[in-house]
């Protein structure tokens, strides 16, 4: 059983940033494939990133590409979500799962997820 709980979310102006934080319980943290969702009103749950297990390989959105970069510290049982160059249209409630398959893009093979952190881009 994993726990996740994110947190770093807040209101920023547009061109801003953010870093989002994960941290997880439970034992085995480096081994599941770690991703980041979001989800904005009225619109389904979709993939920002994801990162391997042993944090080597990482996996992005095209709409987020050189914007974002996700990471992670298995030491700590964290991981990271630094978003730059925020705009308005990424404004949403930001999920982070575990899983079991690296790079997966799909929210069906993710197992465990946190309660979500609101992420709010003013213009």
């Known amino acids: 059983q994993v726990q996740l709980v994110e947190s770093g979310g807040g209101l920023v102006q547009a061109g801003g940033s953010l870093r989002l934080s994960c941290a997880a319980s439970?034992?085995?943290?480096?081994?599941?494939?770690m991703g980041w969702f979001r989800q904005a009103p009225g619109k389904e749950r979709e993939f920002v990133a994801a990162?391997?297990?042993?944090?080597?390989?990482?996996y992005y959105a095209d709409f987020v590409k050189g914007r974002f970069t996700i990471s992670r510290d298995n030491a700590k049982n964290t991981v990271f979500l630094q978003m730059n160059t925020l705009k308005p249209e990424d404004t949403a409630v930001y999920y982070c799962?575990?899983?079991?398959?690296?790079?997966?893009?799909?929210?069906?093979?993710?197992?465990?997820w946190g309660q979500g952190t609101q992420v709010t881009v003013s213009s």
């Open positions: 799962a575990a899983g079991g398959i690296d790079g997966s893009r799909r929210v069906s093979e993710y197992v465990y």
């Open positions: 439970g034992r085995f943290f480096s081994t599941y494939a």
């Open positions: 990162i391997s297990r042993s944090g080597g390989i990482t």
